[in-house]
Structure formats: structure tokens, C-alpha cells
């Protein structure tokens, strides 16, 4: 059975401008779940971003494909919703005009006055309210434009959100909130997300699993790794679990040290590049009697 | 005694050199003073010639005060009001103007959308648009006939480049993230044009449109004093050969005004066309 997104044997080469070809990443194939939440994480200029805006349908693979609910993508949707890295609002459109342009795309049969009240409504769930939504993004910060180019993309109801680091200009107050909000609004609705971060915490506090990148160029997505930690998670609470320090390593271990000595080979699953499987569970299960194993264990799937 | 703005400060100092500029002015032709409220009696008992001078702005005051006191009035092909002649010249400048943005503007927004377009017409486009637009008024002359379209046909001529560059520069420009918003939005091509890629071109285009009317408005004065007829051009021209030179200063300083009223219409537009990144 395939998962509901598929990514298989996806390859990207840039010119390099000597000539010559730079390889981003070469075979890069894994799996995203229906309603599953999915981080990657990896050093600057590996090509996480690349891998988005091919997701996103903006950009062709030099090989491969995505499959998308049994359909290839080809182009973008309004299926899949994007948060861009530079938040790529409007700038001569008012904050509030931003996000009615996404709603007005979406629901093109909707009144102006529904269309304003929806845009309305996500932008005051990211803080944006008042006089605030009248101004144009050249007079908000940048935290306050990433949380307009979020709301742009909650709005639409996506059944897929690709966020480019989402919350990279939020201070650590406005960035709690609006992480909640997500988890919140990924709740709800059966979505499916697929973020890039730089943040560890960050990433163990929302994902379902989380896919490590070695360094470019010649990247592959080298681990797949559960998170362990059951839902609801609270960022108070999560700390104290017996995982959450364990994954936390394992990790710090690979941005810090693996994926530099892992960068440029091959695994030996064919040509594929799967991600190897990781899971970390520190927690004694004694009513289960199948875990017994060590606590700390890599499975190859 | 508190310091005075900006502004004011500019304001005042403007005032101050145009009292010291026309008294200077004034007092450079003290003998000819009597002369030039002579003038009009011996143009007409045709001893004006010899006697004719450059007229002080009092004189020119005092034609100013006169012809913007009644500018439409009509006595016949050689002697209408200030107001007929610029009328004439701004109908001939607007015609060709938005005849030539019809043009330029859909057809700039093609060239700038496609790369090849854009290389294929350039070379075209260099060569024509150096022209002196009033070379083309013998072959326009020639094929239209109508002394009134020719001059309009070059007023059409000479608005069209910086308008069709600056069009085919700004939509070329656009940033790819916008048009990649449009997309991720499943936007239409003619949705996009309008929504994404003419605002974010917009200043651009502007800036080519003010550039063009204040050409449209350089080249109207001497494209009528060829043709002849009507409008401030041959306005300018017939007063020089009555050698009235006070009317003559006189439209010179009203061609300065209307360039001007022109050129700050397409400076509001531009204003509320500008973003800020
Ligand atoms: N259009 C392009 N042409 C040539 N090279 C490109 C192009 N786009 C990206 N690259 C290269 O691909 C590599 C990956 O870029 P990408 O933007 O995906 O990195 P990233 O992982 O998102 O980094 P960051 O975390 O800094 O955002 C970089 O080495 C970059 O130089
Ligand atoms: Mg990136």
C-alpha cells in the first residue's frame, strides 16, 4: 500500500554555473501518512526547500516523482497550501486584502462579506487584529508578515501545508501561540502537514516523525525518526518525558556530527535512499508484552 | 522666535529669487520700457520691427492679465484666446497619448512576458525609438494627409517607446514568488495578469507613461509650428512673426504651466500606484 503522499526516486541538479552539474539530492524517496504531521530537518542549503517547491508542484524534479492521493503532481493545487520561506505576501495589497486574495481563490462563489469575515476570523487566530489588518506588509515586522502569510494558507483549508520555516521570525512568545494554533487547527481538520525547521525543540513538540537530512550537496533523507511522546503534547510537560531527552540526543548527534560523515553516500537499499526507520522508547511497557526489547533500537524498514 | 519648517523656508526662498529675478529682469531694459508700450501702435503702423525688443515683466504681466481674462475668445483663423490654442494642443497631445498607450501597454505586457518576444522585437525597438519624432512628419505628411492626424500620428509615435519599454521592463521584472503566489493559487493567465502582475508592474508602467506625456508635450509645440493652424505651437510661431515677443513670453510661460499640470497628474497616479517591498 502506498502512503498517501509518496515521494520516489526524486533527484534535483543545478547547473552549477562551472559547467558542470550540481547534484541537490539523488533518489530521495519516502512516505507521508494521511493526517500525519512530518518535520525535516537538516543544515542551510541542503535542499529542503527545494524538496517543498517541487511538493508544492512549482518546481520539476530533474527525475522522480510525487504521487499524491494516487494522482502524480503535476503543477501546483490549491490542495496544497504553502507558507514560503520569505512569507511572499502581496506588497501592494493591505494584510487583510492578502489573505481574502487566498480566500477569494479558494471559495470563489462565497460573498465579499463571508470572504472577509473568514479572513477576518485566521487572521485574529495568529494575533492580527484591529487596525493592524488595514496596514500593508512593508509597515508590519517580520514576525507579523510570517503570521499573515500563515494565516494565508490555514484560510484555504489545504488538504497538504508545506511550511517553509514557518515560525523562523516569531519571538519565542508569538512563536508558542501560533505553534499551538497549528497544532490546534491540525487537530480539527484532517490535514496533512510537512514543515522544515531549524529548531529541534520545536520539531519534537509537533511532529509525528521527523526525517534528517545529511549536509548537501548529494543529500539524501538519512533517518526517519518517530516521536515517541504521546498527544497532547504541552511544552512544559513534554521535557519531563523519559523520551523526550533521548531523541533530543540522538538528534543533536546527527545535525552535530552524522550528517557531515553521512554526506555524499549511498545506503545499500539498491537506488532507492529510503530513510532508515528509527525509534526511540525509553518507556517501560508492562502490559505490553511484545516490548520488551532494549529501550533504545533502530529498526530497518 | 521659532525656526520655520522646511517647506516654508523653500517657500520663502522661491518667492525671494522670482522678486529679485523680475526686478533684475525689469531693470536690465530701462529704455526700452517706453518702446514696448508702443509696440502694438507701431506693429501696426509698421515702424514696430526696428524698435522691437525683449519686453519687461511688467509687459508680460499686463498680456497675462489680458489674455486670462478672456481665453476663448474667437476672432478668426489668426487671433484666438490662450485658452483655444492650449485646448487644440492638449486635444492632439491626449489623442495621440492614449492612442499610443492602447497600444504600447497589452503589447509591452506580451513582449515582457515572454523572454523570446522580448529578444526578438528589442533590436526594432532600438532603432526606432531614437528617432526624432518629427522626422516622421513628412512620410506621415505624405501617407495621411490630414495636416490635424499627422500631428497627432506623431504625438502617437513618440509616446509609444518609453511606454512599451517600461511596460515589456516591468512585467519582465515581477518577482517570481508573486507569480508563484498566483500559482499556488491556481490562478488563471489573464486572472494573473490582473491581479498579480499589473500591480506589481504598476510603478513601472507609470513611471514609462509620465516619461511619454512630457515628450507627447515637448514635441506638440514644434510639430504645430510646422503644421500650422491652431494650438500653442503655431500660437507661439504667429506671435513671433507679428513680433509681438510679450505674447511670445507669455505662451512660453503657459507651455512651462501645462507641462507641468501634466506632468503632476502622472505624478498622483504614480503615487498611488508605489509600494514599498
Ligand atoms: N534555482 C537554483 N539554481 C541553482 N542552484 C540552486 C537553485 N535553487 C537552489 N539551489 C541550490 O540547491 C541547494 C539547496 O537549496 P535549498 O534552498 O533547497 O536549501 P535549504 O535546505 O532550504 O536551505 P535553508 O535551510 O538555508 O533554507 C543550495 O546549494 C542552492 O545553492
Ligand atoms: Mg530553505
Not at chain 1, 90 to 103: D, E, Q
Not at chain 2, 142 to 159: M, Q, T
Request: glycine share 8%.
Amino acid at each position: 500500500m502506498k502512503p498517501y503522499l509518496s515521494i520516489e526516486k526524486l533527484t534535483q541538479r543545478f547547473p552549477d554555473g562551472a559547467g558542470s552539474d550540481l547534484t541537490v539530492f539523488e533518489n530521495a524517496s519516502f512516505g507521508v501518512e494521511k493526517g500525519e504531521f512530518v518535520v525535516i530537518l537538516g543544515h542551510s542549503g541542503c535542499g529542503k526547500s527545494t524538496i517543498m517547491n517541487i511538493l508544492a508542484g512549482l518546481a520539476d524534479p530533474t527525475s522522480g516523482v510525487v504521487v499524491m492521493d494516487g494522482k502524480e503532481v503535476k503543477g501546483p493545487s490549491l490542495d496544497r497550501g504553502v507558507v514560503f520561506q520569505n512569507y511572499s505576501l502581496l506588497p501592494w495589497l493591505t494584510t487583510l486584502k492578502n489573505v481574502t486574495f487566498g480566500v477569494k481563490a479558494r471559495y470563489p462563489d462565497w460573498s465579499k462579506a463571508k470572504v472577509e469575515e473568514h479572513a477576518t476570523k485566521f487572521l485574529a487566530m495568529v494575533g492580527l487584529e484591529g487596525d493592524v489588518i488595514h496596514r500593508k506588509p512593508s509597515q508590519l515586522s517580520g514576525g507579523m508578515r510570517q503570521r499573515v502569510s500563515i494565516a494565508r494558507a490555514f484560510a484555504n483549508h489545504p488538504k497538504l501545508l508545506l511550511l517553509d520555516e514557518p515560525f523562523g521570525a516569531l519571538d519565542a512568545l508569538t512563536r508558542g501561540t501560533i505553534q499551538d494554533e497549528l497544532l490546534k487547527i491540525w487537530g480539527q481538520m484532517e490535514q496533512t502537514v510537512f514543515m522544515i525547521t531549524h529548531d529541534i525543540d520545536e520539531a519534537i513538540l509537533l511532529a509525528d516523525r521527523i526525517l534528517l537530512m545529511t549536509n548537501g550537496p548529494q543529500a539524501r533523507v538519512a533517518e526517519s525518526v518517530e516521536i515517541t511522546i504521546p498527544r497532547p503534547r504541552k511544552r512544559t510537560e513534554i521535557v519531563e518525558h523519559p523520551n523526550y531527552y533521548a531523541i533530543r540526543n540522538h538528534l543533536v548527534q546527527f545535525l552535530g556530527k552524522r550528517s557531515k560523515e553521512l554526506a555524499g553516500q549511498l545506503t545499500n537499499d539498491g537506488e532507492t535512499n529510503r530513510p532508515e526507520y528509527v525509534r526511540i522508547d525509553k518507556t517501560e511497557a508492562p502490559d505490553d508484552p511484545e516490548d520488551k526489547q532494549p529501550a533504545l533500537r533502530a529498526v530497518n524498514s | 522666535m521659532p525656526i520655520l519648517s522646511l517647506n516654508i523656508r523653500a517657500a520663502l526662498l522661491s518667492v525671494v529669487m522670482l522678486v529679485v529675478g523680475l526686478l533684475i529682469w525689469e531693470a536690465a531694459i530701462p529704455g526700452q520700457k517706453a518702446v514696448a508700450e508702443l509696440t502694438e501702435y507701431e506693429i501696426l503702423t509698421g515702424a514696430g520691427s526696428a524698435k522691437a525688443g525683449v519686453p519687461p515683466p511688467s509687459a508680460v504681466i499686463a498680456k497675462a492679465w489680458e489674455q486670462l481674462s478672456n481665453p476663448f475668445y474667437d476672432a478668426g483663423p489668426n487671433d484666438k484666446g490662450i485658452g483655444i490654442q492650449i485646448g487644440y494642443s492638449i486635444y492632439r497631445v491626449l489623442t495621440g497619448y492614449f492612442l499610443a498607450a492602447l497600444v504600447a501597454i497589452p503589447f509591452g505586457f506580451l513582449i515582457g512576458m515572454s523572454q523570446v518576444a522580448y529578444k526578438a522585437f528589442n533590436p526594432f525597438i532600438q532603432v526606432l525609438r531614437p528617432i526624432s519624432p518629427l522626422a516622421w512628419m513628412p512620410l506621415a505628411l505624405f501617407i495621411i494627409g490630414d495636416s490635424e492626424a499627422s500631428a497627432i500620428f506623431v504625438i502617437f509615435i513618440c509616446s509609444i517607446w518609453p511606454m512599451l519599454i517600461n511596460t515589456a521592463f516591468g512585467v519582465a521584472g515581477v518577482r517570481e514568488d508573486w507569480v508563484n503566489v498566483a500559482r499556488t493559487h491556481e490562478l488563471g493567465p489573464i486572472k494573473t495578469a490582473f491581479t498579480v502582475i499589473l500591480p506589481a508592474a504598476a510603478p513601472t508602467i507609470v513611471t514609462g507613461m509620465r516619461i511619454s506625456i512630457g515628450i507627447a508635450w515637448l514635441v506638440i509645440v514644434a510639430a504645430e509650428m510646422l503644421v500650422g493652424g491652431t494650438g500653442i505651437g503655431y500660437y507661439v510661431w504667429n506671435e513671433w512673426n507679428n513680433l509681438d515677443l510679450t505674447s511670445v513670453v507669455f505662451s512660453i510661460l503657459m507651455i512651462g504651466v501645462v507641462g507641468m499640470l501634466l506632468d503632476s497628474a502622472f505624478g498622483l497616479l504614480q503615487r498611488r500606484v508605489t509600494y514599498v517591498e
